[in-house]
């Protein structure tokens, strides 16, 4: 008989929240009213704009044209299995180590080679951009995979705002940079903070690229990337850099943290390929997290059609 042990991150199914009844929750308690009166009693003036931004975005309406081959992944397992080293290295302790980290008032600098170079209250590009909310497959390097609802608006959306110019051939991102808020970054000094991240403009350009503020229809929670990330779904996860601050246009390949650390284990454009293994481990198939069968992987994480003119010789 087999039993099956239960990992640290899993729970039961029975005590997970079906996302239609928090949706229809959060609803009913928003035509109640009650929420909005106790937070106008208790909030500062900063804070009330933001709960109105919130309430104006969440849940934004789904693009139904980013379908799942699989179901979505328990909200409680996405905010509870995470990457984010400024934090700590341990995936399941990220939620826990997060609580210091200030994401509110947060501006994003747009700079380099652009015609508009401007640096953005986060509310203030919000209201410019077009929200949706997109269903993606996210696959690790590490090979474990999730499936999630992002809400946010394509990367192509800031990129036609800023009107790079023609010299300009790469986007640069660069996080957050705040060791007195993420002790990760303090105790792992040897790395070199802040957290950068490239992609070319043809990627970014894609329509898949999307920047994003959201997830299951409210705002990221830290451990997520709050307030803003990238999400590239055709890449490996660390390419989709969180907690933005900076956006630059280079005409020049920038350099990327993984890609610096160890060049033979992680490249540049950091694509899922199942035939090509890890120096350490096969990509062949992936874990579902939590707790599912193990599965093929996916060329380019199942966004092939999408993508796969990008990288033809």
């Known amino acids: ?9 899993e729970i039961p199914k029975r005590k997970a929240t079906p996302e239609e009844f928090y949706l229809s929750r959060r609803q009913f308690i928003k035509k109640l009213g009650w929420g909005g009166i106790g937070a ?11 709960a109105a931004r919130r309430e104006d975005i969440y849940p934004a ?37 997060v609580g210091k980290f200030q994401t509110q ?44 609802p992002w809400t946010g608006f394509p990367m192509k959306a800031l990129i036609d705002l800023v009107q790079p110019l023609s010299s300009a051939k790469f986007v ?20 070199s903070w802040p957290y950068y991240e490239g992609l070319r403009m043809d990627e970014a350009m894609n329509e898949l690229a999307m920047l994003v503020t959201g997830i299951y229809g409210h705002e990221l929670p830290k451990q997520n990337g709050a307030p803003i990330r990238l999400v590239t779904p055709w890449k490996y996860g660390y390419k989709s850099i969180k907690s933005i601050v900076k956006i630059e ?32 481990w096969s990509q062949a198939t992936e874990q579902p997290i939590p707790g599912g069968s193990r599965r093929p992987t996916l060329l380019h994480n199942g966004y092939e059609a999408y993508v796969a003119q990008l990288y033809k010789a």
Not at 40 to 50: I, N, P, Q, Y
Request: hydrophobic residues 40%; charged residues 25%; proline residues 8%.
């Open 1 to 9: 008989m087999l039993i099956r042990i239960p990992r640290g991150w």
């Open 249 to 280: 246009f280079v005409d020049k390949q920038p350099k990327t943290f993984w890609n610096d650390l160890a060049p033979k284990e992680y490249d540049f454009l950091s694509n899922v390929n199942p035939q090509v293994p890890h120096p350490r």
């Open 172 to 191: 640069r991102l660069i996080s957050f940079n705040k060791p007195e808020q993420a002790p990760g970054m303090r105790a792992q000094s040897w790395y």
């Open 105 to 148: 008032p947060w501006t994003v600098e747009v700079t380099g080679m652009v015609a508009k170079p401007k640096t953005y209250d986060l509310g203030e590009l919000l209201r410019l951009m077009p929200i949706e909310e997109r269903l993606y497959r996210h696959r690790c390097v590490e090979a474990w995979s999730m499936a999630v």
């Open 40 to 50: 106008a009693m208790t909030l500062s003036g900063w804070d009330r704009a933001v």
């Open 61 to 97: 309406k789904r693009n139904e044209k980013f379908a799942l081959d699989r179901p979505l992944t328990d909200e409680w397992a996405t905010a509870h299995y995470n990457n984010f080293y400024e934090f700590t290295t341990d995936k399941e302790r990220v939620a826990d180590m």
